[in-house]
């Protein structure tokens, strides 16, 4: 089977076209006319996901994150950039991400943020041409205060700690939510009506919101993992004969202790 007939089909799901500017979404190593017979799918391309796709004999990685974002000055196996590149090649390895273009699209990356915390009438938050867009909103069956709001979100995500602006009493119903680092929609997010802002990467001056606004940083990785799962679903559903290696543990980027 060629790369492309499996690119094809998460690309059916979430357009490359759909991508930000800045973004590196597609092929980073290898070719859509490459033979391919099975492939690991992950958030991050790292060191030790490509010495597993190695182990397993996939010749196919599949990422969130792009390997690739900015110009490489050389390719050298001392360091993490350079040894992922040497290594995937001289396997001869696809290496494809799908980034914010799974990002934009709403069953994507923050629509299965609100899946996780069982949200209603789910929407866009900031909307692109074709009804795409970036965030997302959506209801809770019930206010509930902001401090218990945040308990809630720990449990959902199974979080070992959060960071939120001070809980001023305010009661929760309509929540904003941006997978990864979405610090740049939090204006849009309080334009929506949103009592509360769920997303990653959040700078310190920014807890300090206007009028007991609630928000929440519950990590990068946390707030995109279960994409993962999402791209796993979608070449199993469609392409049932096509082996498929989910690596979820062991591949996070920070560590906590």
């Known amino acids: 089977m060629k790369a492309k007939e499996i690119t094809?089909?998460?690309e059916e799901f979430a357009p490359l076209a759909y991508q930000e500017k800045w973004d590196n979404s597609g092929?980073?190593?290898?070719s859509p006319e490459q033979e391919v017979h099975s492939a690991v799918v992950a958030l991050d391309c790292t060191p030790y996901l490509v010495d597993q796709?190695?182990?397993m004999g996939a010749?196919?990685?599949?990422?969130?994150?792009?390997?690739?974002?900015?110009?490489?000055?050389?390719i050298s196996p001392q360091t993490n950039l350079g040894y992922m590149i040497y290594k995937a090649i001289q396997h001869n390895i696809v290496v494809y991400s799908s980034h914010t273009n799974m990002d934009k699209v709403i069953e994507g990356v923050s629509g299965l943020m609100a899946a996780r915390l069982g949200l209603k009438d789910v929407?866009?938050?900031?909307?692109g041409e074709h009804g795409e867009g970036l965030g997302v909103t959506g209801w809770?069956?019930?206010a509930v205060e902001d401090r218990d709001f945040a308990r809630i979100v720990k449990e959902k995500f199974s979080l070992r700690q959060m960071r939120c602006s001070i809980?001023?009493?305010?009661?929760i119903r309509k929540v904003a939510l941006c997978g990864g680092s979405g610090k740049s929609l939090i204006r849009d997010a309080v334009a929506s009506g949103a009592d509360a802002y769920i997303t990653?990467?959040?700078s310190y001056h920014e807890f300090m919101t206007e009028n007991g606004f609630f928000l929440m940083d519950i990590g990068h990785y946390e707030g995109e993992i279960d994409i993962v799962e999402r791209i796993s679903d979608i070449l199993k559903e469609k392409i049932p004969t096509f082996a498929v290696h989910v690596i979820r543990e062991n591949n996070h980027l920070v560590y906590y202790i």
């Not at 010749?59 to 050389?74: E, N, Q, R, Y």
């Not at 929407?123 to 909307?127: A, H, P, Q, T």
């Not at 809980?167 to 009661?171: E, L, N, S, Y």
């Open 8 to 10: 094809s089909v998460i």
């Open 27 to 30: 092929y980073c190593i290898g």
């Open 53 to 55: 796709a190695v182990e």
């Open 59 to 74: 010749d196919m990685i599949i990422t969130h994150h792009p390997l690739i974002f900015g110009g490489v000055a050389k």
């Open 123 to 127: 929407e866009v938050l900031v909307k």
């Open 140 to 142: 809770l069956e019930e």
């Open 167 to 171: 809980p001023a009493g305010r009661m």
């Open 200 to 202: 990653g990467d959040i």
